[in-house]
């Protein structure tokens, strides 16, 4: 009986016994793992500036004659800002909110098998306000820096209007147009002598509103540059890429 007793004992030592130690040691790097684990989940807010075009090859699809973005003085930007999720030091995750500025000059505007004659002067004052949602890609080559790419999607709303306005028939702007590609194409008969347009050759009393333009479009992101760390909560990122226009700019922000 007493053996049986004193087996029965060592027998229970032997099974709890382990687990109890298991239960009082601490791996080292357990610790090190819960907080890596805790701090996976990392945020960043950001405020933005971007350079901003539409390529003028994208318009000379469609375009015999136009002007151009950053052309005769005019600055084509746009501001905006990002909340990031990054995940486990692998991806991010994104909402920004961008507007962005894309008027150009007024000038005559030739539609693609369109005569010169057929060209219209247009006043194009347009902005569009986007909000995007992103995922991006980071490597971490190192603490303080990281390049990346990634790519999204969201609804453009277009703001403004495009107007245009005919060339009045038979005068000699209207005789005179098309005589050269880019600026040549605009004659000097159909501005004043400060090169402002002539309301004597151009019929500023019938202006029309293009009605083309879609209220709402899809803004495509396809972007990528570099992250740099600047601090343990600062952080600034270059950047450049397809946003339906394209674009080049910085970021500057907080991380958490």
């Not at 090190?32 to 950001?46: A, C, G, K």
Request: a negative charge.
């Amino acid at each position: 009986m007493a053996l049986r007793k004193i087996f029965l004992t060592t027998l229970l030592a032997a099974i709890t016994l382990p687990a109890l130690a298991s239960a009082q040691y601490v791996d080292p790097n357990d610790a090190v793992r819960f907080e890596s684990d805790i701090s996976s989940d990392e945020f960043m807010l950001t405020a933005r500036a971007r350079a901003v075009a539409v390529p003028g090859f994208l318009l000379g699809l469609f375009f015999e004659e136009h002007p151009t973005h950053w052309s005769e003085g005019n600055s084509n930007l746009s501001y905006g800002a990002e909340f990031v999720w990054r995940k486990d030091r692998r991806y991010e995750l994104s909402a920004a909110f961008d507007y962005a500025d894309l008027s150009m000059p007024e000038a005559f505007w030739q539609e693609s098998g369109d005569t010169a004659q057929q060209a219209e002067w247009t006043e194009l004052d347009m902005q569009v306000a986007s909000v995007v949602f992103s995922a991006y890609w980071y490597w971490d080559v190192q603490e303080w820096f990281a390049p990346f790419v990634g790519g999204g999607i969201g609804p453009g709303f277009i703001l403004g209007d495009i107007v245009r306005y005919q060339p009045r028939r038979n005068s000699p702007c209207y005789n005179s147009l098309g005589g050269g590609a880019g600026e040549s194409f605009t004659p000097p008969e159909c501005l004043t002598a400060d090169g402002e347009p002539d309301p004597n050759a151009i019929d500023f009393d019938n202006p029309e509103i293009e009605s083309r333009v879609p209220p709402v479009v899809p803004i495509i992101n396809i972007s990528g540059g570099m992250r740099f760390n600047l601090g343990p909560h600062a952080v600034l990122k270059l950047e450049a890429g397809f946003y339906t226009y394209v674009f080049a700019g910085l970021s500057l922000g907080g991380q958490w």
